[in-house]
């Protein structure tokens, strides 16, 4: 193995125009962490939140940062007290430094890849799904009720309506006109174009809102619940004076732990459920990538091609 690899980081906070793509040394492994030579590695918008430095207040990072939480590749090496991982295997899940030809991820963050799911598809997994997971099961979600998922056709989204539709809820999606059909085919009874200003005559007293997108969206959200409903937000801070003005509960919603990435694997594996590329770009072009996941708009998730 190389003594130096290719990573994209930043030195300061800023725009896109502070990532560089530059040599550096490769990183000394814990004994719970294993090094990953990356294939493919998710865009996630917290990537470029981080790197505008809107969460270093209270996520601030060691700077110079390489940004990439998502990835795909295969273990090149493990740590001491690694047992669950072995060198040569094909793995994905959640890492740090994923803008990289080599990752660096704690063991049991990373699961072996299911053979029939690509390294491309892998990376688009974990962050989304497993934050979807969350929000899925702090929303309460149960057979028969109605759920809206607001930016149902990203990242997030797309598991979002997938999981709420297994529990056997009806759900309401919202997208622009573009993705209103691939909310559709993720299971959703329907698809409500956000830019039409139809979502509050489509989706009247819902049992939860599962909201991706914050801001206007989110303060709209609390009106689109019956009384006793739950409104879930991972993309924006709720309020409990507005929950309580009403008589719903509101809750601020993270990732979920890693330990759900199997059973989502088996779902991928068994065509439970399915997850969706974005446009793909190579390492060197990270600045495009975060500037594209910056609009805030598309389908899927975006990618960095390292090998
Ligand atoms: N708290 C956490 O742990 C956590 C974890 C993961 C993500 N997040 C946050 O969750 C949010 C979503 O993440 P993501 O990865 O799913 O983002 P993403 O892949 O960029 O997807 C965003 C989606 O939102 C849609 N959208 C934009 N404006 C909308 C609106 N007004 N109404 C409805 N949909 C709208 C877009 O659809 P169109 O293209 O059709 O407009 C797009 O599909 C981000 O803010 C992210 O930072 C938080």
Redesign the pocket.
Known sequence: MAESYKAVRFHEYGGSDKLALESIPLPELKSDEVLIEVHFAGV???DW?IRAGYLKDFMPVPLPFIPGIDVSGIVANVGSGVTNLTKGQAVFGIASGGYAEYAVAKSDDVIPKPEGLSFELAATVA??S??AW?AVEDAGVKKGQTVVV?????????FAVQFAHRKGATVIG???????AFVKSLGAEKAV???KGS?EAEARDADAVID??????LEKAYGLLKKGGTLVS???QVSEAKAKEFGITAI????GPTVHLKAIAELLEKKGIRSEV?KIFPLSEAAAAQDL?Q????????LLKVK
């Not at 919202?174 to 209103?180: G, K, R, V």
């Not at 991706?212 to 969206?217: I, N, P, R, S």
């Open positions: 996630n918008p917290v939140k962050l989304g497993l934050t969350k607001q930016g149902a056709a990203g990242g997030v989204g797309m919202t997208a622009s006109a573009d993705n209103l174009d956000y830019r979502l991706l997108v914050g801001g206007d969206a991972v993309a924006g601020g919603s993270m990732r974005g996941s609009t805030g708009h598309g389908r899927g998730r975006i």
